[in-house]
């Protein structure tokens, strides 16, 4: 069942490259498991709806290649490339603000569905606080697609980067407090979704039933 959704993500390519995903995801030691790392990055940073679902990708080809040889090339690739693409973040954000929004959706994503012994990859903890530092910092607070981004991570992810490190939660949550009381020019939907996730992580990474109907409809609204 898994595999068919996976199949079903990858309509979006060439029928060449298809071929070389669902191989991947079955057999990954028969195919250059660089070229499907890049494959995966690249329309990741393209494709932010892709980029949200290529982390359950990542983690398939990670699982098929542990169970037929124990190998771990597909890992070390992604963790590789990811590397590249973070030293580059800042070049990135200034050239393309939607390729960076995909590059920290992306690597949340693999930090949320990749696990080592059922814990978080450590290699990836403190990357994904620094691009989520980036995104609290006051003129990221001032785009709306960036704060967006922001609380969508800390929503799916937050509770597991606290439990790795809860000094750099609080210094993030800190940056994101300030900016809400005393940043000058706020947009009133960011300063709505800072409130939202304040109160998200007081609630012990939840919201009461009151306070999400309560921001449910002012979003729509």
């Given at each position: ?44 940073l393209k494709d932010r709806v892709f980029s949200k679902e290529a982390g359950r990708i990542c983690y398939t ?161």
């Amino acid at each position: 069942m898994e595999n068919s959704k996976e199949d079903y993500k990858i309509q979006s390519f060439d029928l060449e490259t298809q071929k070389l995903l669902k191989t991947a995801l079955k057999e990954p030691s028969t195919v250059d498991l660089e070229k499907v790392t890049n494959v995966l990055v690249d329309q990741s940073l393209k494709d932010r709806v892709f980029s949200k679902e290529a982390g359950r990708i990542c983690y398939t080809i990670v699982q098929a290649e542990a169970k037929h040889n124990n190998g771990n090339v597909f890992r070390r690739n992604l963790l590789n490339r990811l590397q590249l693409e973070f030293v580059a973040r800042e070049d990135t954000r200034l050239r393309s603000l939607q390729e960076w929004v995909c590059f920290v959706t992306f690597i949340c994503n693999v930090f949320d569905y990749l696990k080592v012994n059922n814990m978080p990859m450590v290699a990836l903890v403190h990357p994904v606080f620094d691009c989520l530092l980036r995104l609290a910092q006051p003129d990221s607070l001032n785009n709306e697609e960036e704060v967006d981004c922001l609380v969508l991570q800390l929503h799916r992810i937050g509770d597991q980067l606290e439990k790795m490190d809860g000094q750099k939660m609080d210094e993030l949550f800190y940056l994101l407090r300030d900016g809400f009381l005393l940043q000058e020019g706020l947009s009133s939907m960011a300063r709505l979704l800072l409130l939202e996730i304040l109160e998200f992580r007081a609630g012990g990474w939840m919201l009461s039933d009151t306070a999400q109907k309560y921001y449910y409809s002012e979003v729509t609204d």
